[in-house]
């Protein structure tokens, strides 16, 4: 069974970096054709994908955020981080990482950006 959880801190403040982690289990981070995805959801609003890494290591990022965000990984751990710098009130938000085509999905965490 697949699962993937999401770690890292509630509450960051205005301009500091928001840094989240992945945790796979149940299948490897490599395994061929994957695309390991961050996907937020702010408050009212619908699934906005961030980016991605794949199962050989390259990233892509969406447009509207490509500037401010890194993903990278660690194959060691099973896992994925996604960086995501200058943060703003408006990047509050639940954080879900998934592999959106085999639909595996983590619980979701929730961010809120504030001082």
């Known amino acids: 069974q697949v699962q993937l959880q999401e770690s890292g801190p509630g509450l960051v403040k205005p301009s500091q970096t928001l840094s989240l982690t992945c945790t796979i289990s149940g299948t490897s981070i490599t395994t061929d054709y994957c695309n390991w995805s961050w996907i937020r959801q702010s408050p009212g609003k619908g699934l906005e994908w961030m980016g991605a890494i794949t199962y050989d290591g390259s990233t892509g990022y969406s447009p509207s955020c490509k500037s401010r965000t890194s993903i990278f990984r660690d194959t060691a751990k099973n896992q994925f981080t996604l960086q995501l710098s200058s943060v703003t009130p408006e990047d509050t938000a639940v954080y879900y990482c998934?592999?959106?085509?085999?639909?595996?999905w983590g619980r979701g965490t929730q961010v809120t950006v504030s001082s």
């Open positions: 998934a592999e959106a085509s085999r639909d595996y």
